[in-house]
Nanobody, 114 residues
């Protein structure tokens, strides 16, 4: 069955870094656009970043210059490198795969606090 398994969340200080990973299985990873969403407490789930099947990358304005999304099709993995973290980045981060069907991971908590 299809699985997206995220890891790498945790607690970081403001200005710190975290790297999220998402491993996909059960589908042809290379044929899917991969992305990350996040949901802060009491707020809607928002799109953060995406990487196309052609490796083109896209970011929401609030993370441009701080976050980097990348993928390795051979490893069926997408990463989100998060630098210069801010308390406003605190959220549950979800990995997504978009293609013939859309798939979601279970989410990983990121907390930015001193």
């Amino acid at each position: 069955q299809v699985q997206l398994v995220e890891s790498g969340g945790g607690l970081a200080q403001p200005g710190g870094s975290l790297r999220l990973s998402c491993v996909g299985s059960g589908f042809t990873f290379s044929e899917y656009r991969m992305g990350w969403y996040r949901q802060a407490p009491g707020k809607e789930r928002d799109w953060v970043a995406g990487v196309g099947t052609d490796d083109r990358t896209y970011y929401t304005d609030s993370v441009k210059g701080r976050f980097t999304i990348s993928r390795d099709n051979a490893k069926s993995t997408v990463w989100l490198q998060m630098n210069s973290l801010e308390p406003e980045d605190t959220a549950v981060y979800y990995c997504t795969a978009a293609g013939m069907r859309d798939y979601w991971g279970q989410g990983t908590q990121v907390t930015v606090s001193s």
